[in-house]
Every structure is written in structure tokens, then in C-alpha cells.
């Protein structure tokens, strides 16, 4: 068998550097523009070019044909473990990323990020739509340095940190940490945000790299009238329906976008992007281009995704087809070369470095081994929903063999026949865990009483804890959802980042409705498609105690029948901290504290 190269093997461990020091370099010279579009939830097959016989992406198409398409190309399982690896080029593991929500979806701190570098050699920066690598300072995207973020919160539009009651039109979304009204559909808002953002550098000599996630295809599926209707005469779900329907509103906006980039002479020296985060959520009882999985799924199906390269100035509009085996930890290193930039000193990627690859046809590829996984738990598990991989193959659970060039719909296990393989590929897995599994224990603290963010809000959606209920959407918020047994085990972890006094208010309703902990709420206008997370009726929990936990502290104080919020006051000490906080009912049932607010107060 040839020798495999295990692109993670000789990543060191150190801590990496911060954005603070990172030192800012000259401004590059004719340095290329880039555009990264990421959907969410979209798989491989959610594309008529890839053969899907319903779905209508006209002008996503187009941009794979004039395009180089990396067609074997894999991601995380998962939605922010794919964001976590594709901004720092390092396994999501080891980044701390290996969930979407507990407290595992947040980017720890010393990570090196792709726009800090970017930033740091001249590029404007901007993040818009999806970030889902935290919504608490350090962890925002304006954090981690990117100059300019209007984004949603959490995972999707309607997840618990995000603004009460946002359901897609016409909602609130932060610029740069501050809530603010939009108008209109999500995905056009934010493909309009981007473009307003370009216009202010078309004519200037300052290249820019944004970032345009979207939330859609996510669910609760939820797509404009007219995109929904393109599907009303195919006997599909009304859920399909409007999941094509938003997949035609993002091919519409692709189009907007790069029409106005030819239009503004922009197009040429832009490196435009196309990819999606996982494996389809939906579309797979419609058509999965014959891979076995979706989203969440160890097989193909869960993590081979489409990726479109547009740099016509570099000869990558040429429909050129990729497949040799790539994935999203490749994306930094290869960006950075592209851009002239330098590699972050100290950091060693988990990805490789493919643009010699991507810009000369005839340049050799690397034999390679590279591993994903979905870890969805609370501390990752060896071997739990993992593909170890290379052009031919697919070692599955560390179990099964699949031969892709026979196979590619992974319906025959193999392993028997093919000891060696499952010998090298095993002993491949069993470096890299060995490596990475030193790094789960550090940890990803939500700063508090900082300088830069003081006061903060935290949510429920970021709860640590074994087998944590966790209330991610505001369905979950708005059903009371607890513990079983009555009793409320998850907590926070945070960092003191000052001593002093402080002032934790705990609330059981967001503070942007400011209403009473024990009432329930009116549910509130449905939207077409999905159930919308607002359209249910928000359950009443009669407090009477409120509780918290923390530095060895164990508080209680009443809460009387109109109080939309219980403070606490009480001086805390630096450092890090578990930190509880829930509410009590007349027979001792329990149920979170959903938002707390916390304050440092000025010393008198």
C-alpha cells in the first residue's frame, strides 16, 4: 500500500497567538479581493448541477462551471465544527469545536484566525450571517478580527441567543454586538449587507475578504412566497418545498453578487467561493447523488460537500474538476498563500497548503489521510462517528471498509478482505487522537468583567454539563424545557476576568421583552413552512426562589409575582469559575435561569 501522509500528525500543541500579537505588516499591492459564501445545511446533492432532479440553482451552476471544483472535498458532520476548522485551518477538535451548542461551539481564544491575518496584512475585513463560534466576548466575530460582523446569533436565526422572536423576516441582527431592525427576507438582507460593505473599497486599493454565511437552508425552513411556490406542483413535504425554495434565493443572490462585482471591475481579482457546512438536513429523501448519510452521518453523505473556485485573473474559471481528497482545514493555509500572506508564526495548520495544486493543473498531489468526525457530547469519545479517509478510502467507526472507487455509495464493508488497510488507517486514527486528546481538557470560559465587555448576557444555549437539557431555540425557551428529574444540574463556565462587585441578574425571559418570570407568554405570528420556534404558547413556571451558585457561594432570594428579573449582589474574585444559576418552584421543582446579566460595578 503507499505511504499515507497524516496531514495532522506534527501540529504542535502550544498555545497559539493572539490577535494582540499578531504585528500588522505592510499593506499588500494588488493583493486579491476575496468573497467566501457558505450555506447552511445544504448538502452535495442540493444542486441541479449535481443531479438533483427538483431543486433550481441556475446560477450556482454557472459558478461551477466557470470555476475550479474541488470535488472531494469534506467538512465537518456538523455545523460550527466546520466554521471552527475553516477559520484557523486545525481540526475542530483540537480548536475546541466539536458541538454546536454546551458550550463547544465557542472558538477558544488562542486560536489564530484566517481574518486576523488577513487583517493584520492590510485586508478589511467583514463577517455577515451565520458565525456560531460564540456570541460572548472573546468569541465574537469582532473578536476575532474581523472589522466589521452583522450577524445573527447561536447556530441560526430563532436559537436562544439570538433577538427574541427573529423568524427570518424582517428581524433584528447585531452589528458588531448591537441590536438593530432589518427589513426582509434574511438571506437577501445579509447578501445586500455584503454588498454595501464591498462598494465602500471598489474604489480604493484596499483588498477585502468577507465572509458571507447564511443561515438558510436551516431549519425551520422557512423560504419567501415566491421561492416556495417555484416547488408548489412537485409532490415533495411543504417543508422541502419552502428547503428549495430558500436553495433558489441563495442561487438569485449568488447571481446579485457577482453581478454587481463584474459590473464594478471587481470580478476579475476576486477569489469567489462557494461551499456549504455539512451534509443535507432535507434534501436526501429527495436526491443524495448517490451517497450514503446526511448531515450528522460518518459517511459521505455527512461531510462531502460542494466547494467552487472563482479567480478568473488566475485561471480558475475554466470548470476544471478536483478529485484528489480536500477539506475544510486546507481553506486557511491555501487563502493565505494566495494572498500573499504570511503564516501566523507558531501555528502549525491540520490543513495543507493546496494552492500550488489549485493554480497548476499539472502540479502532483499529496497522498494523504484526513480525519473528521461528529462529536455532538459533552467531551469527545474515541472513534464516535468517525471516517478516517483517503482518495480510495473510508474507514468508518474505525470498523468499516469502504473502497470509494468501487463504492462509493459505502454499501459494502470490506474490512475482512482488506486487513492492512484497516492496520494503517487504525494506526493513522490512533496518532491523531493521540495528539489532539491532551487538548480537550482546556477550556472556553465566557469572560466576564472584562474592560471590553462589561456588562454581558449569557444563555442557556451555552450550558455545560453531562447530558444537559439544553434550551438552544426559542421554542425550547418558550416550552420551559428542564431537567426531567426536577432538578438542575448545567451551569457556565466563566472567567473573573476583575475582582469586585458585581451584579448577576437572573431572568427567565429575554431582557429585549422584559416580562415577568412567571408568566407565560402569548405565542407569536406563524410564518409559512416550518412551525416557526415563536409559534408556540411560552409556558409559565411559578418561581418563588431564585438560586445561584458560584466561587464556593450558594444564594438564594424571592421572587415575587411581577418580577421580571432577581439581582444578585455580591463581590466576586478573579479567575475561573462554575457558575448556577436557576429558580425554584413552592415544591422544590427547578428550572434554569435561562439569561443572566451580569455587571461589574464601578468601586465607589
Known sequence: MRNLIIFSTLVMLAACG??????????????????????????????????????????????AKQSTRLDNYHVSPTCAPTRGALMTGRTSNRTGVWHTIMGRSLLRDNEVTLPQMLASAGYQTAMIGKWHLGDNFPYRPHDRGFQHAYYHGAGGVGQTPDYWDNSYFDD???????????????????????????DQFKQTDKPFFVYLSTNAPHGPMHAPADYAAKYENYDIPTKIKHFFGMITNIDDNVAKLRRYLEVNNLADNTIFMFTTD????????????????????????????????????????????????????????????????????????????????????QAQWPDRVMITDSQRIYMPKKWRKSAVMTDQWRLVNGKQLFDMYADPQ???????????????????????????????????????????????????????????????????????????????????????????????????????????????????????????????????????????????????????????????????????????????????????????????????
Open 172 to 198: 433584528v441582527y447585531f452589528r458588531n454586538g448591537k441590536p438593530e431592525p432589518s427589513k426582509g427576507f434574511v438571506t437577501d438582507v445579509f447578501f445586500d449587507e455584503a454588498i454595501k460593505y464591498i
Open 18 to 63: 493572539t490577535p494582540q500579537g499578531i504585528e500588522h505588516t505592510e499593506k499588500l499591492s494588488k493583493a486579491p479581493n476575496i468573497v467566501l459564501v457558505i450555506t447552511d445545511d445544504q448538502g452535495y446533492g442540493d444542486l441541479s448541477i449535481h443531479g438533483n432532479p427538483i431543486v433550481k440553482t441556475p446560477h450556482l451552476d454557472a459558478l
Open 278 to 361: 455539512n451534509g443535507t438536513s432535507a434534501g436526501d429523501k429527495v436526491f443524495n447523488a448517490g451517497m450514503r448519510g446526511k448531515k450528522n452521518s460518518e459517511y459521505d453523505g455527512g461531510h462531502r460537500v460542494p466547494m467552487f473556485i472563482h479567480w478568473p485573473a488566475k485561471g480558475l474559471n475554466e470548470g476544471r474538476m478536483v478529485n484528489q481528497i480536500t477539506g475544510h482545514v486546507d481553506i486557511m493555509p491555501s487563502l493565505l498563500k494566495l494572498a500573499g500572506v504570511e503564516a501566523p508564526e507558531g501555528v502549525k495548520f491540520d490543513g495543507v497548503d493546496i494552492s500550488q495544486q489549485l493554480l497548476d493543473p
Open 410 to 604: 459505502q454499501q459494502h464493508d470490506i474490512a475482512a478482505q482488506h486487513p492492512a488497510v484497516v492496520e494503517e488507517l487504525t494506526d493513522a486514527y490512533n496518532q491523531w487522537w493521540t495528539e489532539i486528546e491532551p487538548t480537550f481538557t482546556q477550556t472556553a470560559p465566557l469572560f466576564v468583567g472584562d474592560d471590553k465587555a462589561n456588562p454581558v448576557t449569557i444563555t442557556s444555549h451555552d450550558w455545560l454539563g453531562y447530558n444537559a437539557a439544553v434550551p438552544w431555540n426559542q421554542r425550547s425557551i418558550r416550552r420551559a424545557i428542564r431537567e426531567k428529574d426536577g432538578v438542575h444540574k448545567s451551569f457556565w463556565l466563566l472567567d473573573i476576568r476583575q475582582a469586585g462587585n458585581y451584579k448577576l441578574s437572573l431572568r427567565r425571559w429575554p431582557e429585549e421583552i422584559n416580562h415577568p418570570i412567571r408568566a407565560g407568554l402569548e405565542k407569536g405570528e406563524a410564518v409559512a413552512g416550518d412551525k416557526a420556534f415563536r409559534a408556540v404558547n411560552g409556558e409559565g413556571f411559578d418561581a418563588r426562589t431564585a438560586h445561584i451558585d458560584i466561587q464556593g457561594k450558594s444564594l438564594s432570594l424571592d421572587v415575587q409575582t411581577d418580577d421580571k428579573s432577581v439581582s444578585f449582589m455580591l463581590p466576586l474574585d478573579t479567575g475561573k469559575t462554575e457558575f448556577k444559576a436557576y429558580f425554584s418552584d413552592a415544591k422544590g421543582h427547578q428550572l434554569g435561569a435561562y439569561y443572566v446579566h451580569i455587571e461589574r460595578l464601578a468601586s465607589e
